[in-house]
């Protein structure tokens, strides 16, 4: 399996998706928003939430969904599943589906981590 084609699963009114990432819709998020400036800020709790739909909408437009930012912005306000908390939520994980890990990363979590030594 190549470490980009993840596949993300996610709600949107009410509908369960299962994405699978690609360069295809890596390419359509990039060119429409700045994805390091969206971490930065989502890492800080800072997120624009215009931003938030927009990465969400642009996730979903790909995967087949007929959907809009404006229409995913709605919904985070409908008092629904597909709330702020939810969307913020689901961009995180959109952003880990997003970016593969690297090899060191993979062996790390495999393997067991040792005592530390008293000094």
Known sequence: MSAI???LKIKFKGVDHSIKMSMAIIDAVEDEMNL???INRLNKGDVRLSHAA???A???IQS???TSQEDVYTAMFSGEDDNVKGVIEACSAIISAIFPE???TTAAK???VAAARKR
């Open 5 to 7: 084609n993840k596949t």
């Open 54 to 56: 927009k990465l969400f």
């Open 58 to 60: 642009i996730i979903l």
């Open 110 to 112: 495999k393997k067991p």
């Open 102 to 104: 690297s090899e060191v």
């Open 36 to 38: 390091v400036a969206f």
């Open 64 to 66: 087949g969904v007929k």
